[in-house]
């Protein structure tokens, strides 16, 4: 399995950057290679994305969604995948987001790629466009404050 854990910190309040990362098909606004994410339901997501010069689909379930705090998920077909969107509040303008996913890696290209870091890279320059899209606009483009423990919605 291969890892990624990159952070960033954004100059908006805790929730405004929680509730525009909750507003899961804004993601091709702000994240290279995603072609589209579907919102299904409360805890599951359908993408389509670019990863490796292949075009892949894959659905996932949100595991465990605290506001404010916590984003956790999970594969459930197509890529192999898991992670978590931690928020943390550095006084009231201020947000600290970590991200962190593992996943593993299909073919030559995918666990290159992997090896030399373009995987992290790639994360980091998404984090920097997430920043730039969340602060210029100064207020989220939705939200959703619900809570999810054990991928069931509460």
Same mark, same amino acid.
């Given at each position: 399995? !291969? /890892?990624?854990? @990159?952070?960033?910190?954004?100059?908006? =309040?805790?929730?405004? !950057?929680?509730?525009?990362?909750?507003?899961?098909?804004?993601? =091709? @606004?702000?994240?290279?290679?995603?072609?589209?994410?579907? &919102?299904? #339901? #409360?805890?599951? $997501?359908?993408? %389509?994305?670019?990863?490796?010069?292949?075009?892949?689909?894959?659905?996932?379930?949100?595991?465990? &969604?605290? =506001?404010?705090? $916590?984003?956790?998920?999970?594969?459930?077909?197509?890529?192999? @995948?898991?992670?978590?969107?931690?928020?943390?509040?550095?006084?009231?303008?201020?947000?600290?987001?970590?991200?962190?996913?593992?996943?593993?890696?299909?073919?030559?290209? &995918?666990?290159?790629?992997?090896?030399?870091? &373009? #995987?992290?890279?790639?994360?980091?320059? #998404? $984090?920097? /466009?997430? /920043?730039?899209? %969340?602060?210029?606009?100064? %207020?989220?483009?939705?939200?959703?404050?619900?809570?999810?423990?054990?991928?069931?919605? @509460?």
């Amino acid at each position: 399995m !291969a /890892k990624v854990e @990159q952070s960033i910190e954004v100059n908006v =309040p805790v929730q405004v !950057a929680y509730n525009q990362w909750t507003q899961f098909e804004d993601f =091709p @606004q702000f994240m290279e290679g995603v072609e589209s994410v579907t &919102q299904i #339901d #409360d805890t599951h $997501l359908r993408w %389509v994305a670019e990863i490796g010069n292949q075009r892949e689909e894959w659905t996932a379930e949100i595991t465990e &969604q605290l =506001p404010d705090r $916590l984003i956790a998920w999970r594969s459930t077909g197509g890529v192999q @995948q898991s992670g978590r969107v931690q928020f943390e509040p550095l006084g009231t303008d201020r947000t600290r987001i970590e991200v962190t996913f593992e996943y593993e890696p299909e073919g030559i290209v &995918q666990t290159l790629g992997s090896a030399v870091g &373009q #995987d992290e890279r790639r994360v980091e320059n #998404d $984090l920097e /466009k997430f /920043k730039e899209f %969340v602060e210029s606009r100064g %207020v989220p483009t939705g939200a959703w404050r619900g809570e999810v423990h054990g991928g069931q919605p @509460q």
